[in-house]
């Protein structure tokens, strides 16, 4: 999935098996210190893993804090509504399990599927708080986009 050009068009390189498996330990670490963090997605029906969702804290840098909303999935799982469904789940966790407040999502400007995923599940933007993302070179990569949905705003 992360050696997926598609995949990984809206997120950078293309991640060797080494680089890969150790995102995936240091996701493991974090969600053992944190209580959250990533979680894999598997479809319901046959158990097989298609990608990964969950919470994680905004990188250092940002011009913004608090908690983030993600999901990858690989590229024979898209269209299909996996990704709205994982990220319902993931946001009934970190509200109604983790009292968050509000929770982000953030992804490049030129990425529309994930941004429609974000206004699937209820989550907002503000055209004001799109920025540029410090920690990504000059190019179709660094201009992204903030959403936003509060506990008080979920229906």
Do not use: C, K
């Amino acid at each position: 999935m992360n050696a997926d050009p598609e995949v990984r068009e809206h997120l950078g390189d293309l991640l060797t098996r080494e680089r890969s498996d150790a995102s995936v330990a240091r996701f493991q670490a974090e969600f053992d210190q944190r209580g959250y963090g990533w979680s894999a997605v598997e479809v319901q029906a046959t158990g097989e893993f298609i990608g990964f969702a969950g919470l994680d804290q905004v990188d250092d840098g940002m011009p913004f804090t608090g908690v983030e909303i993600g999901w990858r999935l690989a590229r024979p799982a898209w269209g299909h509504g996996y990704a709205s469904e994982a990220a319902l789940a993931v946001l009934a966790h970190g509200f109604d399990t983790l009292g968050l407040p509000e929770i982000l999502a953030v992804t490049t400007a030129t990425n529309h599927r994930s941004q429609a995923v974000m206004r699937r599940i209820g989550m907002t933007r503000n055209p004001a708080d799109d920025f540029d993302d410090p920690t990504v070179p000059e190019g179709p990569l660094r201009p992204n986009v903030l959403y936003r949905i509060a506990r008080s705003a979920r229906t």
